[in-house]
């Protein structure tokens, strides 16, 4: 009798079962739990996914100490921050659900694959519950595509683009930061009555989804008012050096620059273009301007007199006056020696909200949290009240809009309110052209 | 014509930093015979010697302000620089504010010290390796000093201002008789074209009219038959090492007000360089300078949006299409020399 063992067929069942094991990873098959990474000790773990490394970098490491302050306020150490200020009184300092939060950290590189490699691990490996951070759209998108999957939260950090809760939203994911509709919105009324209706604009765009959607919502609303767009270019992420970009600028019709960049390429973009001499021109009979539509303290501490001058939006900002924004500042400054940044804050008030809603919702379940989460109204998180909307799991709320400090007086005050933008001003409708081609689809448990 | 002489500015100032990257690589190369992928690495190092420099020179002690407050409502903490506190203030702070050109005083002997430890350390082991090896090391040596300096230092990218007095814009289109404001270029950059004029000149007139020059020059020829007249020229050669890690330590500190310093800067010119190198010729410096300032300058014409319009993306791809075709018509490169990076 021979064996029916042969070579040929010893590979065909090893490559099958290699492709089965690969195609479905035992975090999607397991069936030991109710969801993914049920909590059952004492403890339960988050799992915050920031760019450590990259043009994100800065954003990066103030969110990571953002959610270090949040997870100290909810285990009942420090002061409590914004805690005491939230609408909400279902968190009593006592962890979630009366376990203690820890949790894991990774660095997403300011790239898609490696974070959605460092989401998985954090899932996989340390039991993340819920995964938080963010700074660069493409990211975002990749890992909440990732943690709708695995049947995870994703509470997004700092992402602006239109497609995070437009074509690309999930049921699993949630935005607390504003969008690139939302500054074009705020920005327009602002840029008319700085610098007129008859503007001839230049836009320098990051050449990823954020950029492209950014750039669409300015170019859009600006268009609207009368201004006449002369060129739209994609610049790489992390180009460094933006001179080549910036020297076609200077001959080209243009009166307006409009840097569609964010962290360290705006503070490269922006200092190059103030050193290309493009603040101190004229053109088309008025003075040159630029604009860079979101803004943030961080990058305005990196472009240093750069700014002075220059017109953008924000989410937040710490020199806001409510209760909610004073107790963050208070709490963050204290531990750390200076404000908190727009990225810092979302990320803080998406750990509360997350924790918030599992404390309402009685379980970590996601899809209870996802109820929880939907057409949710809350104030105290320092943007007045705020609407978590069911639709699209977008949060609506007041928008900031700045002005670079021309004479600022410490190293903190670099920007100037110009206004706060009511909440009904910036709101559209989920189906808006901006934001059609998605679907929420149904909320993932996992397991 | 005022978007031609723009790009033809923008040429040369891309073209400087590559010009003298390549300038060391090719040193390096011609005389020992290794190609360094730590090169990159050194350009780096050197830009952290800015770096390095004015933090010792912005070294504070603090006191306090009772009468103004921080962003908490607490007297302010006010840092000053011990050397305002030595010098006066108009002497410190200017000390503070030059401390990119003063750089350039750091940076010669530390290039020159991390060049002779990595030579007679690590490369030197390799020189009767095959290429294939000394690129691994080198590499591997590279992302080690990375994650060196990003150890030391963070992932963030540091910004290091230029001296108050050339952080502005030139009317170049002035000086050329044309209109005024139709061709501004940042003075800081003109500044780096002009240094790496400078050091590329002195580089060639050191090897041409000095007799240390003469018998490096000698060795790129013929190493063997220089080493038969007697002449040690291995230790001529790591002296040159140090030379090239000094012009690429250069290379970075003065580039550092056009682009904030973070660790991989040197990863990020090093693959251009390489090209520049391969291009101008495998061991020739002034086919390394040419091509560099070439190459500069073409990639700033493609990225005119003329140009970008009638082929998307061309700015990205410029410099390795030059390289495939100049590397097809000329294998040698543009002033390649016969037997060199060949059986």
Known sequence: ????????????????????????????TSRASAFTNEPTGSSVVLGFNVPQTGAYADEGADELRAFELAVEHLNGEGDGGMLSTFSSDALGGDGI???????????????????????????????????????????????????????????????????????????????????????????????????GDDRRAYHLTADY???????????????????????????????????????????????????NHYGGDMVNSLTQAVQFGLKDRQANGKDFQIVVPLYSELMARGAGSAIAGIPGSQNWDWKLEDAGTQAFVQSFGQKY???????????????LLYADAVARAGSFDPCAVVEALEDYDFDGLGNGPTTYRGADHQCFKDVVVVQGAEDPQDEFHLVDIVEVTPVDQ?????????????????????? | MDA??????????????????????????????????????????????????????????????????????????VETPYVEAWFGPATGGALVDWAVPLAIVLAIPVMMLVGFVMERGLIQHFYKRPHADQILVTFGLAIVLQEIV???????????????????????????????????????????????????????????????????RAGMADRETVGL????????????????????????????????????????????????????????????????FLLGILQSFASMNEVKSLIPGIDQIIIYLVAIVILLTRPRGLMGRRGVMEE
């Open chain 1, 1 to 28: 009798m021979t064996s029916r063992f042969t070579r040929r067929g010893l590979l065909k069942t090893g490559t099958a079962f290699t492709a089965s094991g690969l195609a479905l990873p035992t975090i999607f």
């Open chain 1, 97 to 195: 659900l009366g376990k203690r939060v820890d949790f894991v950290t990774g660095d997403t590189q300011t790239k898609s694959d490696a974070a959605r490699a460092s989401a998985q691990s954090m899932i996989q490996k340390d039991g993340a519950i819920m995964i938080s951070g963010g700074s660069s759209s493409g990211v975002a998108v990749a890992v909440q595509g990732l943690c709708q999957e695995a049947g995870v939260i994703f509470m997004a950090g700092l992402t602006h683009s239109n497609d995070t809760t437009g074509k690309d939203r999930k049921a699993n994911g949630f935005r607390h930061f504003f969008n690139a509709y939302m500054s074009a919105q705020a920005m327009a009324p602002v840029l008319s009555s700085l610098y």
């Open chain 1, 209 to 259: 989804t954020w950029g492209w959607t950014q750039e669409e919502s300015i170019a859009a609303a600006t268009e609207a008012l009368g201004w006449e767009t002369v060129e739209k270019v994609r610049t790489p992420l992390g180009a460094g050096d933006f001179s080549s970009y910036i020297a076609p600028v200077l001959n080209s019709g243009a009166d307006v620059l409009v840097l």
């Open chain 1, 337 to 351: 020696g200076f404000p908190p940044s727009q990225a810092a804050h979302t990320c803080y008030a998406q750990t």
């Open chain 1, 426 to 447: 910036v709101t559209y409708p989920p189906d808006h052209p901006m934001f059609a081609g998605g679907s929420l689809g149904e909320c993932n448990p996992g397991a």
């Open chain 2, 4 to 77: 031609f002489l723009l790009q033809i500015l923008n040429g040369l100032d891309k073209g400087s930093a590559y010009a003298l990257i390549a300038l060391g690589l090719t040193l390096i190369f011609g005389t020992l015979g290794v190609v360094n992928f730590a090169h990159g690495a050194l350009f780096m190092i050197g830009a952290f010697c800015a770096v390095t420099l004015q933090r010792l020179l912005t070294l504070s002690y603090e006191t306090v302000d009772p009468e103004r407050t921080d962003f908490l409502g607490n007297p302010m903490t």
């Open chain 2, 150 to 216: 990003k150890a030391v230092y963070g992932a963030n990218p540091i910004p290091t201002p230029a001296p108050s007095a050339l952080r502005g814009s030139m009317d170049v289109g002035a000086l050329v008789g044309m209109e005024a404001y139709a061709v501004v270029y940042p003075i800081w950059r003109l500044v780096y074209f002009v240094f790496a004029a400078l050091v590329i000149g002195g580089v060639f007139a050191f090897l041409r009219f000095t007799t240390f020059g003469m018998v490096v």
């Open chain 2, 229 to 292: 007249l007697g002449i040690d020229i291995d230790k001529r050669f790591t002296l040159m090492f140090g030379l090239a890690a000094a012009v690429a330590g250069l290379a970075g500190v003065m580039y550092t007000p056009i682009l904030s310093p973070n660790y991989h800067m040197g990863m990020d010119f090093l693959v251009l360089s390489f090209v520049v190198v391969v291009v101008g010729g495998m061991g020739s410096l002034p086919g390394a300078v040419l091509a560099g």
